[in-house]
């Protein structure tokens, strides 16, 4: 696979570690009411869906920054790239 | 028709015209008391140990494709029980236990062949982890025997025992592990459910639930609705999707995992060996193919395929491990969708909606776990209690700090 990085251009996803689901941006907040549900629900469920699905990847053989990728995962075809910065910086990912 | 060495000699003379299709392809019933979802390995054990040993009726398998279509028959086929946890390791020797009578309890050759299984350890800290996976096996009732090189050597001589990073310290051996025919078990399993009344339902797709004030009353179709008083859902790898229909979300992701078979060499690996260190573990079928594999892609997946540098990291394992395999010719290659869970270990409970029953989160381990798996799911259905051996199976664990966590890698499901 290739992933477009925004200031590289077409990388190699073996230059990338997975971390998962780019919902982690949306990470809680730890103060709030009821935070204990919402960080188990946080850490451990996932949407997991089949088809399109926007991730976290690491360039950690680049210039190790972090994207959010949007690809499929029936087909692994990989439909865009950002950096997952302007992402959290826009409100996170939906 | 029960199957014999008698029954083989009496079809050979009478032109083979005595044998008779395995099950039945019945029409679904508008109704029955339990249906389970998937006809894939545990889906088949759970309604053969539902019928045969809780004495249940009136059940279904709903199998969307064919049965024995997904995981069942993409695995590489090895049975083992060589867990240090307490949550797993009871767990996975009674489904050892299990193998060891299964094809006398269901009358149907599943080639199960405990031919060993050797985990191999590269430094004293690795050896010492075997150490005491060893004592938890032996304290579970299991066998285990810590090896050391010479020992090794003398098993399988052809591993490279100086490899520069990871030269070869000893193994931890546990010699009733071995392998089984996977399409075998599925078909072994579904006869014998069939024979028990059992209606397997095959190219029938459940396409949601019928929940009625949180109580479950049924299931959609492809076939049209089908009523049930509780419903078992077994379709590691599709859980997510299946469970979503019913509003759930699972800890777990899916991921694609990648096998391999050779073309046929004469008989040259001893039994099952793994190479940890190495991304890598092999043995050989008895059609003489070099069975093997080594880790999953590490990205969601439900593509049923891999990419090509797994498959690189796979072979430099092999060719690291036991050099002469360069020799051979890849025949094959595939993969399957697993369960990843948070915890590398899997799901076996009830679900909080009143009737739907969840069998999930085997990660690349079900197949070993299939007759316990069924076992223990068929008695969570017919008694509502989990069976002593999966009680710490349960959806909640991960919201209650009770994980499972094998590797101690955290809720990080592609490193599990």
Same mark, same amino acid.
């Given at each position: 696979?290739?992933?477009?990085?925004?200031?590289?251009?077409?990388?190699?996803?073996?230059?990338?570690?997975?971390?998962?689901?780019?919902?982690?941006?949306n990470?809680?907040?730890?103060?709030?009411?009821?935070?204990?549900?919402?960080?188990?629900?946080?850490?451990?469920?996932?949407?997991?869906?089949?088809?399109?699905?926007?991730?976290?990847?690491?360039?950690?053989?680049?210039?190790?920054?972090?994207?959010?990728?949007?690809?499929?995962?029936?087909?692994?075809?990989?439909?865009?790239a950002?950096?997952?910065?302007?992402?959290?910086?826009?409100?996170?990912?939906? | 028709?029960?199957?014999?060495?008698?029954?083989?000699i009496?079809e050979?003379?009478?032109?083979?015209?005595?044998?008779?299709?395995?099950?039945?392809?019945?029409?679904?019933?508008?109704?029955?008391?339990?249906?389970?979802?998937?006809?894939g390995?545990?889906?088949?054990?759970?309604?053969?140990?539902?019928?045969?040993?809780?004495?249940?009726?009136r059940?279904?398998?709903?199998?969307?494709?064919?049965?024995?279509?997904?995981?069942?028959?993409?695995?590489?086929?090895?049975?083992?029980?060589?867990?240090?946890?307490?949550?797993?390791?009871?767990?996975?020797?009674?489904?050892?236990?299990?193998?060891?009578?299964?094809?006398?309890?269901?009358?149907?050759?599943?080639?199960?062949s405990?031919?060993?299984?050797?985990?191999?350890?590269?430094?004293?800290?690795?050896?010492?982890?075997?150490?005491?996976?060893?004592?938890?096996?032996?304290?579970?009732?299991?066998?285990?025997?810590?090896?050391?090189?010479?020992?090794?050597?003398?098993?399988?001589?052809?591993?490279?025992?100086?490899?520069?990073?990871?030269?070869?310290?000893?193994?931890?051996?546990?010699?009733?592990?071995g392998?089984?025919?996977?399409?075998?078990?599925? %078909? #072994?399993?579904?006869?014998?459910?069939? $024979?028990? /009344?059992?209606?397997l +339902?095959?190219?029938?797709? @459940?396409? &949601?639930?019928?929940?009625?004030?949180?109580?479950?009353?049924?299931?959609?179709?492809?076939?049209?609705?089908?009523?049930?008083?509780?419903?078992?859902?077994?379709?590691?790898?599709?859980?997510?999707?299946?469970?979503?229909?019913?509003?759930?979300?699972?800890?777990?992701?899916?991921?694609?995992?990648?096998?391999?078979?050779?073309?046929?060499?004469?008989?040259?690996?001893?039994?099952?060996?793994?190479?940890?260190?190495?991304?890598?573990?092999?043995?050989?079928?008895?059609?003489?193919?070099?069975?093997?594999?080594?880790?999953?892609?590490?990205?969601?997946?439900y593509?049923?395929?891999?990419?090509?540098?797994?498959?690189?990291d796979?072979?430099?394992?092999?060719?690291?491990?036991?050099?002469?395999?360069?020799?051979?010719?890849?025949?094959?290659? %595939? #993969?399957?969708?697993?369960?990843?869970? $948070?915890? /590398?270990?899997?799901? +076996?409970?009830?679900?909080? @909606?009143? &009737?739907?029953?969840?069998?999930?989160?085997?990660?690349?381990?079900?197949?070993?776990?299939?007759?316990?798996?069924?076992y223990?799911?068929?008695?969570?259905?017919?008694?509502?209690?989990?069976?002593?051996?999966?009680?710490?199976?349960?959806?909640?664990?991960?919201?209650?700090?009770?994980?499972?966590?094998?590797?101690?890698?955290?809720?990080?499901?592609?490193?599990?």
């Open positions: 696979m290739l992933i477009p990085h925004p200031l590289l251009g077409l990388r190699d996803a073996q230059e990338f570690t997975y971390l998962g689901d780019a919902a982690l941006l990470r809680p907040d730890g103060m709030a009411e009821g935070a204990e549900a919402a960080f188990a629900e946080y850490v451990y469920l996932r949407d997991n869906p089949a088809g399109v699905h926007r991730e976290l990847w690491f360039h950690e053989q680049g210039d190790r920054s972090w994207l959010v990728v949007t690809r499929d995962t029936t087909t692994h075809e990989i439909l865009g950002e950096l997952a910065r302007d992402v959290k910086l826009k409100g996170g990912a939906a | 028709m029960h199957f014999s060495g008698l029954r083989v009496r050979a003379l009478t032109g083979h015209k005595g044998w008779k299709p395995l099950w039945r392809n019945p029409e679904p019933q508008p109704a029955y008391d339990y249906i389970i979802v998937g006809g390995g545990h889906g088949l054990a759970t309604a053969y140990y539902l019928a045969k040993t809780f004495g249940r009726a059940i279904a398998v709903l199998e969307k494709s064919w049965l024995g279509s997904g995981n069942i028959g993409r695995n590489t086929t090895i049975i083992r029980s060589n867990y240090l946890l307490p949550g797993n390791e009871p767990f996975y020797e009674f489904s050892m236990k299990l193998w060891e009578g299964l094809e006398q309890e269901f009358n149907f050759n599943a080639m199960v405990q031919r060993g299984i050797l985990n191999l350890c590269h430094t004293d800290a690795q050896r010492d982890a075997f150490r005491r996976r060893g004592n938890a096996m032996l304290l579970a009732g299991a066998d285990a025997e810590l090896l050391d090189r010479e020992q090794v050597r003398a098993m399988a001589p052809f591993l490279n025992f100086d490899n520069a990073r990871f030269p070869i310290k000893g193994g931890l051996l546990q010699r009733r592990a392998t089984a025919r996977h399409d075998g078990v599925a %078909w #072994g399993y579904a006869r014998g459910a069939d $024979m028990r /009344g059992v209606d +339902i095959q190219n029938c797709e @459940v396409t &949601g639930f019928r929940i009625d004030g949180g109580r479950i009353s049924g299931v959609e179709t492809t076939r049209g609705h089908i009523a049930a008083g509780k419903v078992g859902v077994a379709v590691a790898g599709s859980s997510s999707r299946v469970m979503a229909m019913a509003g759930m979300r699972l800890p777990i992701e899916s991921h694609v995992l990648q096998a391999f078979v050779s073309e046929g060499l004469k008989p040259t690996i001893p039994g099952v060996i793994t190479f940890g260190a190495g991304h890598f573990y092999v043995s050989q079928s008895d059609k003489g193919g070099l069975v093997f594999g080594g880790d999953i892609d590490g990205y969601n997946s593509a049923q395929r891999g990419n090509l540098p797994v498959i690189e796979v072979a430099e394992g092999g060719m690291a491990l036991m050099p002469m395999i360069g020799r051979a010719r890849l025949l094959r290659v %595939w #993969g399957g969708i697993m369960d990843m869970s $948070m915890d /590398g270990s899997p799901i +076996i409970d009830r679900t909080p @909606v009143e &009737g739907l029953y969840l069998n999930a989160g085997w990660c690349y381990g079900g197949f070993k776990a299939t007759p316990a798996s069924g223990a799911f068929a008695h969570l259905l017919a008694t509502g209690r989990p069976h002593e051996t999966a009680s710490a199976y349960r959806l909640d664990r991960f919201a209650r700090g009770h994980v499972i966590d094998e590797k101690g890698v955290g809720a990080q499901p592609n490193l599990h």
